[in-house]
T-cell receptor, first 115, second 117 residues
Framework: GDSVTQMEGPVTLSEEAFLTINCTYT??????LFWYVQYPGEGLQLLLK?????DKGSNKGFEATYRKETTSFHLEKGSVQVSDSAVYFC??????????????FGKGTLLTVNP | NAGVMQNPRHLVRRRGQEARLRCSPV?????VYWYRQLPEEGLKFMVY????????ESGMPKERFSAEFPKEGPSILRIQQVVRGDSAAYFC???????????????FGNGTRLTVT
């Protein structure tokens, strides 16, 4: 079945450092790919998504590119802030077109940014 | 403007007891999803409901688990005769269900942490 493998945490960075959280997936067909973020004490929120190969999702300075050849969707940010401290989840949907139906999630990566 | 409300936040049950987890979707949302996160794993889809209907329960264990989303009131995930392996975080999400509902953003609750002793 479908699966998502993401970088194990925790990840600890200093403010303004470069962030990469790796995510690879296994799926049949052409899934949609997502990054969700969970801030302390809150529910998961959609951060960005990509619906087809070579699409780049971006939001709040975060970016991720849908790479079909490497089955990857790595999350990057050029300069992290303390407020980015959260748990980040990579996810896929077995349906394409941006569908969020029956998402499969990775285990989550805890990011802590120190001032 | 309340988001998805789940309660309780933490629930402790002894083996053999019943657990009831509640989810109130965002006001006006008619679609509800339940996900489970076992320790050291990612969230896994359990069930998708619309008002008074179960649309897809392919992720639900075949026994002891049931879900409902009545016309009035919250969605309930019920686990009968709980076992230690049911200990997990259970997340509810809702979406508007209008137009192309599968592309509508999902709104997640904070989850219910179930511990079975």
């Amino acid at each position: 079945g479908d699966s998502v493998t993401q970088m194990e945490g925790p990840v600890t960075l200093s403010e303004e450092a470069f962030l990469t959280i790796n995510c690879t997936y296994t799926a049949t067909g052409y899934p949609s790919l997502f990054w969700y973020v969970q801030y302390p004490g809150e529910g998961l929120q959609l951060l960005l998504k990509a619906t087809k190969a070579d699409d780049k999702g971006s939001n709040k300075g975060f970016e991720a590119t849908y790479r079909k050849e490497t089955t990857s969707f790595h999350l990057e940010k050029g300069s992290v802030q303390v407020s980015d401290s959260a748990v980040y989840f990579c996810a896929l949907s077995e349906r394409g077109g941006g569908s969020n139906y029956k998402l499969t999630f990775g285990k989550g990566t805890l990011l802590t940014v120190n001032p | 403007n309340a988001g998805v409300m789940q309660n309780p936040r933490h629930l402790v049950r002894r083996r053999g007891q019943e657990a009831r987890l509640r989810c109130s979707p965002v006001k006006g949302h008619s679609h509800v999803y339940w996900y489970r996160q076992l320790p050291e794993e990612g969230l896994k889809f359990m069930v998708y409901l619309q008002k008074e209907n179960i649309i897809d329960e392919s992720g639900m264990p075949k026994e002891r688990f049931s879900a409902e989303f009545p016309k009035e009131g919250p969605s309930i995930l019920r686990i009968q005769q709980v076992v230690r392996g049911d200990s997990a975080a259970y997340f509810c999400a809702s979406s508007p269900g209008q137009g192309s509902s599968y592309n509508s953003p999902l709104h997640f609750g904070n989850g219910t942490r179930l511990t079975v002793t």
